[in-house]
Nanobody, 124 residues
Framework: QVQLVESGGGLVQAGNSLRLSCAAS?????MGWFRQAPGLGREFAAS????????YYADSVKDRFTISRDNAKNTLYLQMNSLKPEDTAVYYC????????????????????WGQGTQVTVSS
């Protein structure tokens, strides 16, 4: 069983940066970050495949967010720059359990394990 624990959320002003971390225990495969704003469904933000180093980003975060992974620490990161108020959400990390070379997994049902989430609030 894989356990995922996110950290690094907080309150920041628009234009600033924040880095989220997701510490994993157990074997993980393609991993991703999702977010859920108040009153809305969970949406895909970014994903990474450590076997191929492929990454994929939602248009809304592309060129501002960077997903990375430290395999030695079994930790996933999301560097968020140029934050906007519309980035305010609970951010979740997730992992698939099936080995693959793809990072193109955009939907919740494609992931098997989830963290508890960390709140990011961006003030204007």
């Amino acid at each position: 069983q894989v356990q995922l624990v996110e950290s690094g959320g907080g309150l920041v002003q628009a234009g600033n940066s924040l880095r989220l971390s997701c510490a994993a225990s157990g074997r993980t495969e393609t991993m991703g970050w999702f977010r859920q704003a108040p009153g809305l469904g969970r949406e895909f933000a970014a994903s990474i495949n450590y076997r191929s180093s492929r990454t994929y980003y939602a248009d809304s975060v592309k060129d501002r967010f960077t997903i990375s992974r430290d395999n030695a620490k079994n930790t996933l990161y999301l560097q968020m720059n140029s934050l906007k108020p519309e980035d305010t959400a609970v951010y979740y990390c997730a992992s698939r359990k099936t080995p693959t070379s793809s990072a193109y997994y955009l939907f919740e049902h494609q992931y098997d394990y989830w963290g508890q989430g960390t709140q990011v609030t961006v003030s204007s």
